[in-house]
């Protein structure tokens, strides 16, 4: 069997690494004693993987890991154990327990909500307003890096929601093994159409990770 967990990865400790989260809840595992399942080969490692790396710098609302048990465990003993064993800024408020054939979390995962907290109140009163306008458009280009280049391309097709209130701006952005739309490649292209040239401070929360159900809606992945 498999257990999907949801954890949270605060402000606190934002500006941790993945490896380091992954490194956390592998000792965090360990600690547990819960009958986790481990690889075969020269260098045996916990079998855990999860849904999507979170950016640093970024928090995490309902970010969630996947984590192969040797033998049964219930899902109630799986996070009273772990959250004894985790630190108080990494605990786990769901867990759910699935079949090892469940479909991994990376390949159900189609897109993430977010909302960016804008830090500056001047920049907030030009970008809000600049939404609409570049809804509105068919094509809006921004700039894709990878390790091996760095290229325009069009990310309106992987814009599902976007609106602002306050110094907030909510988003939900196409999140693929193929294809995605990061929160910096949006507010490269928003501050563009609000004709903002100077560096805008922000805070990335990622709220929840989503993808597809049957009829094509798309749902918290922790529930597919």
Do not use: W
Request: hydrophobic share 40%.
């Amino acid at each position: 069997m498999r257990m999907l967990g949801v954890f949270e990865k605060g402000e606190r400790i934002r500006h941790i690494g993945h490896l380091d989260i992954q490194r956390s809840f592998q000792r965090g595992l360990r600690r547990s004693g819960l009958p986790v399942a481990y690889s075969n080969g020269f260098n045996p490692h916990i079998l855990i993987t999860f849904a999507s790396a979170l950016s640093t710098g970024a928090c995490g609302r309902r970010e969630i890991l996947d984590v192969t048990m040797a033998s049964g465990v219930s899902e109630a003993e799986f996070l009273e154990r772990m959250n004894r064993a985790m630190p108080p800024e990494l605990q786990l408020s769901a867990a759910r327990a699935v079949d090892d054939r469940h479909p991994s979390l990376m390949g159900m995962l189609c897109a993430a909500s977010y909302e960016i907290v804008l830090r500056d109140p001047d920049c907030a009163e030009k970008l809000i307003p600049a939404i609409p306008a570049m809804m509105a458009k068919e094509s809006v280009t921004a700039t894709r890096k990878t390790k091996t280049a760095v290229k325009e391309c069009d990310i309106r097709p992987l814009i599902y929601v976007l609106e602002g209130s306050g110094q907030s701006i909510f988003a939900t952005l196409a999140l693929t093994e193929r294809e995605a739309c990061k929160p910096g490649m949006l507010m490269e292209a928003l501050s563009r159409e609000a004709g903002l040239d100077r560096e805008i401070r922000t805070l990335v929360i990622r709220k929840e990770l989503l993808g597809k159900d049957e009829e094509g809606k798309l749902v918290p992945l922790e529930q597919l």
